[in-house]
């Protein structure tokens, strides 16, 4: 059954910082490239930052680059999103993603940036 489970969201005080974790199985994890994408309310979903199979590439959206680092453990079957400095912009549910052969996404973890 594969899975993709995502945690360490909540509440934050801007200028806080959270470490999300997706937590994958059922599928080979090292042969999928894979990311995290973002929903806020109202708004479409949108790519936050992609990391490769190896970890030797990474790219972010223009909005997070400096705040934001994805990395992921290939032997663990984990991603993980640091999100430092962070703005009441950066408030919405939380996806990881994994594509290659097949496409698959979790369920989410919500994060809220708010004084």
């Known amino acids: 059954q594969v899975q993709l489970v995502e945690s360490g969201g909540g509440l934050v005080h801007p200028g806080g910082s959270l470490k999300l974790s997706c937590a994958a199985s059922?599928?080979?994890?090292?042969?999928?490239?894979m990311s995290w994408y973002r929903q806020a309310p109202a708004k479409e979903r949108e790519l936050v930052a992609s990391?490769?199979?190896?970890?030797?590439?990474?790219n972010y959206a223009d909005s997070v680059k400096g705040r934001f680092t994805i990395s992921r453990d290939n032997v663990k079957k984990m991603l993980y999103l640091q999100m430092n400095s962070l703005k009441p912009e950066d408030t919405a549910v939380y996806y990881c993603?994994?594509?290659?052969?097949?496409?698959?996404w979790g369920q989410g973890t919500q994060v809220t940036v708010s004084a």
């Open positions: 993603r994994a594509v290659y052969l097949y496409d698959y």
């Open positions: 059922g599928f080979a994890f090292r042969d999928y490239a």
């Open positions: 990391i490769t199979t190896t970890g030797g590439s990474r």
